[in-house]
């Protein structure tokens, strides 16, 4: 594929730019911010087009970074180029309320289907990822991106099987490592929430282990030793109160006894005392020659005489009543002593009956609940056990990983026996490049097992990374232009290259202008320095040459 005319409408800094490309190198020059990397911007989505994202982000949103300056509805552009000896004209609107795209075969003037596959033929197959990993080197970006490991593998397998497929190794890949990852996770959450019923069981477990030792310790002596206390408490209660209520009873009726025999020696006194005075005052006195005075001492005497009778007969019966009170109280506390030993032992014989009952309810209640948590503790240790075994849906997820692992190991040892011929071949292409690149100092470069870049010298294989920036970025311009050789076999694509060698010192970049003049794909070479286009003379190497300006 050759460009032959480039038409700039309206794109990033450029507007109605014309740009008519030789076949070969052309070294598009210009000063800072004049457009360079717009102009290579163009190119590419003038052949794979360009989509607006839903979120703005402008450093990686290529269609709002090169939207035109001027305008942001006009957008759009042209391109005219040969194919296998045939022009075509592309030409795109980008604006995304207004997108188009239409190719014309310039010969007969047909008009083609982008969307049908035709402009993607006519690129001899070429994606995007692929042309940006190859021939489009934007500025710093020598580096290949992870995902060009990628589409190397799915180019090995696909060559080795005749070109006749369209197998997407690394999809297929990235697929079983998904689901391997997806049935790893399911498998820890199924371990995760079996061993936490695990630990849930053997708590409780432990609980109930209790709870049976506890139960047949209470069906043993707990209920004796309630029952013993319970009748302690009750005849020390019994026996205390009857003893305090006759004690106190006896110290009150003493007391009344004793005041009682006081009163009536006191009364008994009076009377005798009173009599004898009463006699002898009227011996005396009265019988001889009653006076007043003795008269009424006589009647005093004779009031004496009558308390005391009175006194003696009252305090006597009192006495007497309380003796008899006393004889009947202790008649009657013999026969309710007498009642009450029969009551007692009566009590004693259905308290104990109630007792037996009472004890024979109680184990039979702990029997029943002994039972009942001995069942369950039965349960729970076979559901433990059944814990300690993976289920079976575990299993199965434990069987899918496993399976997955086998999948993707024997996807990978068929893969590295599939395409190693045409790895192989890769490799002695890069390394036939890079030793042109470096005058013969690296000649053998090949990649790893996990699709790295690495470079034997001597005994010693090296990485890019262990050299000089300027031997790394040779080291991966060999890999993308090797690379890029083996997807474009049938039809070559423009190599694109924006200031790849300002890193390079005069050999180095001797070595590249060399080596680009001697192949047949057109090369454009965009440069803010004069000294590529001033080796490009000192070496005749023919080249176009295309300015800038601001």
Same mark, same amino acid.
């Given at each position: 594929?050759?460009?032959?005319?480039?038409?700039?409408?309206?794109?990033?800094?450029?507007?109605?730019?014309?740009?008519?490309?030789?076949?070969?190198?052309?070294?598009?020059?210009?000063?800072?911010?004049?457009?360079?990397?717009?102009?290579?911007?163009?190119?590419?989505?003038?052949?794979?087009?360009?989509?607006?994202?839903?979120?703005?982000?402008?450093?990686?949103?290529?269609?709002?970074?090169?939207?035109?300056?001027?305008?942001?509805?006009?957008?759009?552009?042209?391109?005219?180029?040969?194919?296998?000896?045939?022009?075509?004209?592309?030409?795109?609107?980008?604006?995304?309320?207004?997108?188009?795209?239409?190719?014309?075969?310039?010969?007969?003037?047909?008009?083609?289907?982008?969307?049908?596959?035709?402009?993607?033929?006519?690129?001899?197959?070429?994606?995007?990822?692929?042309?940006?990993?190859?021939?489009?080197?934007?500025?710093?970006?020598?580096?290949?991106?992870?995902?060009?490991?990628?589409?190397?593998?799915?180019?090995?397998?696909?060559?080795?099987?005749?070109?006749?497929?369209?197998?997407?190794?690394?999809?297929?890949?990235?697929?079983?490592?998904?689901?391997? #990852?997806?049935?790893?996770? &399911?498998?820890?959450? =199924? !371990?995760? +929430?079996?061993?936490?019923? $695990?630990? /849930?069981?053997?708590?409780?477990?432990?609980?109930?282990?209790?709870?049976?030792?506890?139960?047949?310790?209470?069906?043993?002596?707990?209920?004796?030793?309630?029952?013993?206390?319970?009748?302690?408490?009750?005849?020390?209660?019994?026996?205390?109160?009857?003893?305090?209520?006759?004690?106190?009873?006896?110290?009150?009726?003493?007391?009344?006894?004793?005041?009682?025999?006081?009163?009536?020696?006191?009364?008994?006194?009076?009377?005798?005392?009173?009599?004898?005075?009463?006699?002898?005052?009227?011996?005396?006195?009265?019988?001889?020659?009653?006076?007043?005075?003795?008269?009424?001492?006589?009647?005093?005497?004779?009031?004496?005489?009558?308390?005391?009778?009175?006194?003696?007969?009252?305090?006597?019966? #009192?006495?007497?009543?309380? &003796?008899?009170?006393? =004889? !009947?109280? +202790?008649?009657?506390?013999? $026969?309710? /002593?007498?009642?009450?030993?029969?009551?007692?032992?009566?009590?004693?014989?259905?308290?104990?009956?109630?007792?037996?009952?009472?004890?024979?309810?109680?184990?039979?209640?702990?029997?029943?609940?002994?039972?009942?948590?001995?069942?369950?503790?039965?349960?729970?240790?076979?559901?433990?056990?059944?814990?300690?075994?993976?289920?079976?849906?575990?299993?199965?997820?434990?069987?899918?990983?496993?399976?997955?692992?086998?999948?993707?190991?024997?996807?990978?040892?068929?893969?590295?026996?599939?395409?190693?011929?045409?790895?192989?071949?890769?490799?002695?292409?890069?390394?036939?490049?890079?030793?042109?690149?470096?005058?013969?100092?690296?000649?053998?470069?090949?990649?790893?097992?996990?699709?790295?870049?690495?470079?034997?010298?001597?005994? &010693?294989?090296?990485?890019?990374?262990?050299?000089?920036?300027?031997?790394?970025?040779?080291?991966?311009?060999?890999?993308?232009?090797?690379?890029?050789?083996?997807?474009?076999?049938?039809?070559?694509?423009?190599?694109?290259?924006?200031?790849?060698?300002?890193?390079?010192?005069?050999?180095?970049?001797?070595?590249?202008?060399?080596?680009?003049?001697?192949?047949?794909?057109?090369?454009?070479?965009?440069?803010?320095?004069?000294?590529?286009?001033?080796?490009?003379?000192?070496?005749?190497?023919?080249?176009?040459?295309?300015?800038?300006?601001?």
């Amino acid at each position: 594929m050759k460009i032959t005319e480039i038409q700039i409408k309206n794109f990033g800094k450029l507007h109605n730019t014309n740009i008519r490309p030789l076949l070969g190198i052309n070294v598009i020059y210009g000063e800072n911010e004049t457009g360079k990397s717009t102009l290579q911007q163009f190119i590419s989505a003038m052949l794979f087009g360009m989509e607006k994202q839903q979120e703005r982000h402008e450093k990686i949103d290529q269609y709002h970074q090169y939207e035109p300056w001027n305008s942001d509805t006009y957008y759009a552009g042209g391109l005219k180029f040969t194919v296998a000896g045939k022009d075509f004209l592309l030409e795109r609107n980008f604006y995304h309320k207004e997108k188009s795209t239409r190719l014309v075969n310039e010969g007969d003037l047909e008009e083609l289907s982008v969307e049908q596959g035709d402009l993607e033929m006519l690129l001899g197959g070429m994606k995007r990822e692929t042309y940006e990993n190859t021939f489009f080197i934007g500025q710093e970006t020598v580096e290949t991106d992870k995902e060009f490991a990628d589409i190397l593998q799915n180019y090995f397998i696909n060559v080795s099987l005749g070109g006749e497929g369209d197998i997407d190794l690394a999809g297929a890949r990235k697929q079983l490592e998904s689901r391997q #990852k997806a049935a790893e996770q &399911k498998y820890k959450e =199924k !371990q995760a +929430e079996r061993k936490e019923l $695990e630990e /849930k069981l053997l708590l409780e477990e432990k609980l109930l282990k209790k709870d049976v030792d506890q139960l047949k310790k209470q069906k043993k002596d707990g209920y004796q030793a309630l029952i013993q206390k319970d009748q302690d408490n009750m005849l020390l209660f019994e026996h205390d109160s009857n003893q305090m209520a006759e004690y106190l009873r006896d110290i009150r009726q003493q007391r009344q006894q004793k005041e009682y025999s006081i009163k009536f020696g006191i009364s008994l006194f009076l009377l005798v005392v009173g009599v004898l005075a009463g006699i002898w005052n009227g011996m005396e006195h009265l019988f001889p020659s009653p006076v007043a005075g003795w008269i009424i001492l006589e009647v005093v005497l004779g009031c004496i005489v009558l308390t005391g009778v009175t006194g003696v007969i009252l305090w006597y019966r #009192k006495s007497k009543q309380l &003796k008899l009170l006393r =004889k !009947q109280q +202790e008649e009657e506390a013999r $026969e309710l /002593k007498q009642y009450t030993s029969m009551e007692l032992e009566q009590q004693k014989n259905t308290k104990q009956q109630k007792e037996q009952a009472g004890k024979e309810a109680v184990e039979e209640l702990l029997q029943i609940q002994l039972s009942e948590k001995q069942t369950e503790l039965t349960n729970l240790q076979e559901e433990l056990e059944e814990c300690l075994n993976p289920a079976q849906e575990e299993q199965e997820y434990r069987s899918q990983v496993k399976a997955y692992e086998l999948a993707l190991a024997t996807l990978e040892q068929l893969s590295q026996e599939a395409y190693q011929d045409t790895r192989e071949q890769l490799e002695q292409e890069m390394s036939r490049i890079l030793a042109e690149l470096t005058n013969g100092k690296y000649d053998k470069m090949g990649l790893d097992a996990q699709m790295n870049l690495v470079v034997t010298t001597g005994k &010693k294989r090296m990485y890019p990374w262990q050299l000089s920036r300027g031997t790394m970025e040779q080291m991966y311009l060999a890999l993308r232009m090797g690379a890029g050789r083996f997807f474009t076999e049938e039809e070559s694509m423009p190599i694109l290259l924006d200031e790849v060698f300002s890193s390079f010192d005069e050999k180095r970049l001797e070595g590249a202008l060399q080596w680009l003049g001697r192949q047949k794909s057109q090369i454009f070479l965009f440069t803010c320095q004069k000294r590529e286009m001033e080796i490009l003379e000192r070496k005749g190497i023919p080249f176009g040459k295309i300015m800038l300006s601001r």
